[in-house]
């Protein structure tokens, strides 16, 4: 009896997102990990990655880490869990890796990240994911998971074989993964979830669910997720649920206690991904005549608080 090839799959970021899937799928594929964050590199090559799962329990793995593309095999997939502003880079790393019949496949926060993969690896080679999984730095080498949610893999004429074989990896690993041929619909429903959750959250440094716990901040939060509903109804988009301000309040208190990515962000003073998420309703409101002033204002905010942080840093250097 043959036992199928292991595939070789190299993620393409070394944050929270990137080493939860390394860790998830590490026992069933051949897991390459690269990015570079000196500091995470030298603590999961020396102990491993600690992993605090959502129930308070701790284990660890043993993961391949890299900063040198050059030591990493062939790459049957290439998973993108960079930041939306390093999707560039990241899909011109992978055109190097990835072999002629491999796929890339972005499971990044806001828009536009599939058509930079595409324009690096070519489109028949580039596929579309959303995640609802939850992951948080506590330092070098340990993450917690914050909580289980749906990957959902958009369904592509070409590449069906490839995506169902990660879609059944995947759930393999315990990632709860399905193929869905309505992609827009479920990006513009993250879209208003990371525009209702991230901004603010990051603004304000607290956590998820406070959010939901005061009244002007949860008003906000709904106005900002409700100007994203608007924007795909303008494009006739449908989002996966009735509500947007309900569903992402829903969100808030399911991960009350986890620290946004946005937040997670601003807290080490790194660039966000603030132009993908409320950037971009901006953009599309304006050229689709939907006014957006509360994703608006949040982008301006988030931005000065970006320079701020730069600024902060170049004084102490």
């Known amino acids: 009896m043959t036992h199928p090839r292991r595939l070789n799959i190299t993620i393409f970021g070394i944050g929270a997102m990137g080493t939860l899937f390394g860790s998830k799928l590490n026992n069933i594929a051949n897991i390459s990990l690269f990015g570079h964050w000196p500091e995470q590199i030298e603590a999961i090559r020396r102990y491993g990655l600690i992993l605090t799962h959502p129930d308070g329990s701790t284990d660890t793995h043993r993961l391949r880490i890299t900063n040198k593309l050059e030591t990493i095999p062939a790459a049957d997939i ?49 596929a579309l994911g959303i995640t609802a999984q939850g992951a948080t730095v506590l330092g070098p080498g340990q993450i917690r998971h914050a909580g289980n949610g749906p990957t959902h893999l958009a369904s592509s004429p070409g590449k069906e074989k490839q995506l169902q074989q990660l879609v059944d990896l995947f759930n393999a690993a315990g990632l709860e993964t399905t193929l869905t041929a309505n992609a827009d619909s479920l990006v513009w429903g993250k879209l208003a979830i990371n525009a209702g959750i991230n901004p603010l959250t990051a603004l304000l440094e607290i956590p998820n669910g406070k959010l939901g716990q005061d009244s002007n901040l949860r008003q906000m939060m709904f106005a900002a997720a409700t100007e994203v509903a608007r924007v795909a109804a303008a494009q006739g988009i449908s989002l996966p649920f009735a509500d947007a301000a309900l569903r992402t309040l829903e969100v808030s208190q399911s991960t009350a206690g986890n620290k946004s990515s946005m937040f997670q962000d601003v807290s080490r003073a790194a660039l966000t991904e603030i132009e993908a998420i409320s950037g971009e309703v901006v953009r599309y409101g304006q050229r689709l005549g939907v006014p957006t002033p509360v994703n608006e204002w949040l982008l301006q905010m988030i931005q000065t608080k970006e320079k701020q942080n730069r600024l902060r840093n170049v004084s102490s250097v």
Not at 83 to 92: E, F, L, M, Y
Not at 98 to 115: I, M, R, S
């Open 78 to 126: 290439a998973l993108i869990l960079v930041k939306s502003h390093q999707t560039g880079d990241a899909a011109r790393q992978a055109a190097k890796i990835l072999k002629p019949d491999g796929l890339a496949v972005t499971l990044q926060n806001g828009l536009g990240n599939l058509e930079t993969l595409a324009g690096a690896v070519g489109r028949r080679r580039a």
